[in-house]
């Protein structure tokens, strides 16, 4: 069909459920194809000495906060005793691996490598609360000749900084200090062989603050093609910029889930072409819910880390946010919506007409689920904004995913 996107997995999509009219086996193809586009695995190590805060780093990624259930424990002294994964808890095909210490008595440095299998990481992150030492440089060199990419992480600066301020008084001077930090770093890493190191400054409770935004710029700028949109997914809100890139990821992909609305038209079943549609448009919204942090547990986790009421996060508009997404909630919204409706009948009863029929049914199916998810992901991306804006005050850490 002229207009819709070609690749070569969707055209075999297509032309196995044009050969089989049966419906159930039409929308298991469609949401097969798709959910492998969404699940391409990521694998990210968090590494670092002990009590460098590697452990409160992947429950900060991760949008959970210390103590929730599935958090990575934290604590004082070394907690990590094992190579443990912790899977993003809306998004389990990108995990986060926490470490043990390197230069522990149960992994020894000259060990390190093969005891936690760094080979099957795709990057990782070496954390310090102070400068890099002897243990986290090895580290960085073995992984560099693997050819793998690192980055440095100088953790609990909000710690720093509010004990400057103690020590300086009228004299402090936030900037500078930070500067002090990340000079300090860069010259040790110089000094062991690293020609232009980057250090991000960064503190686990304040994820917005600091350089994690810089970091999240860089590892999606360096990561191959096929990983970033799995990273961006799990991108925790840090700015309304992030809210913005997850916006057009989501977008890039409408075409093709109304590619597949289009090959659920195609099929000569009464009723199917609106099964297919709006199972597709769950397993969208679904997407797009989770992926801007409008899910109940999210929300519920956002309160609790800046410590507000649930409720006070009602600034949302859009009747799917907050909310399950259920097959009569989006026959509901998408009625609401103008034009939509009428799409839907038109698409159901030109299939009834001999000949041109199909193809008019499969166009008016695209154009409708095209339509449909792009002002879904307009208001939903307003209400993501919304919640991002009610969330930052000098006191909290207005970050989730």
């Known amino acids: 069909m002229a207009g819709l996107p070609s690749s070569e997995p969707l055209a075999e999509v297509i032309k196995e459920v044009l050969q089989n009219s049966d419906q159930t086996l039409a929308v298991e193809k469609i949401n097969e194809f798709l959910d492998k586009q969404n699940n391409i695995p990521l694998n990210i190590a968090v590494t670092g000495e002990s009590g460098s805060g590697k452990s409160t780093f992947v429950n900060a990624f991760r949008g959970i906060n210390n103590g929730d259930d599935g958090a990575a424990p934290t604590g004082c002294v070394e907690t990590t005793t094992e190579v443990t994964a912790y899977p993003h808890p809306n998004y389990p095909n990108v995990v986060l691996w926490d470490l043990p210490g390197i230069g522990t008595t149960k992994f020894p440095a000259n060990k390190y490598k093969k005891h936690v299998g760094l080979e099957k990481y795709d990057f990782f992150i070496i954390i310090s609360d102070t400068r890099f030492r002897e243990n986290d440089v090895r580290l960085a060199k073995k992984i560099r000749k693997m050819k793998k990419k690192f980055y440095f992480v100088r953790s609990k600066i909000d710690r720093d900084l509010q004990s400057e301020e103690i020590t300086c ?122 992926g801007f942090g409008l899910d109940v547990s999210t929300l519920q986790r956002l309160a609790a880390r800046i410590n507000v009421p649930f409720k006070d996060l009602s600034v949302t508009v859009s009747p799917l946010a907050a909310k399950r997404v259920t097959r009569d909630l989006v026959v509901r919204v998408l009625s609401s919506l103008a034009g939509t409706a009428a799409l839907m009948a038109t698409e159901e009863g030109s299939r009834l007409i001999p000949i041109l029929g199909i193809p008019v049914s499969m166009g008016v199916s695209f154009i409708t689920t095209y339509k449909g998810l792009n002002h879904i992901l307009d208001m939903l991306t307003e209400d993501s904004e919304r919640v991002f804006k009610r969330a930052l005050t000098p006191q909290s850490d207005a970050s989730y995913s």
């Open 169 to 290: 008084k009228s004299n402090f001077d936030r900037e500078k200090t930070l500067t002090k930090i990340r000079d300090n770093c860069i010259q040790g890493l110089q000094k062991e062989g690293f020609e232009s190191p980057q250090v991000f400054l960064g503190s686990s409770f304040n994820l917005h603050d600091f350089d994690f935004p810089q970091l999240q710029e860089t590892l999606e700028t360096e990561l191959p093609e096929h990983k970033k949109d799995a990273l961006l997914r799990t991108t925790p809100i840090t700015s309304l910029e992030i809210i913005k890139k997850k916006k057009n990821a989501f977008k890039s992909k409408i075409k093709y889930y109304a590619a597949a609305s289009a090959v659920g038209a195609a099929v000569p079943v009464p009723g199917l072409s609106i099964a297919v549609d709006v199972g597709i448009l769950i397993a969208a919204i679904t997407q797009y819910v989770v």
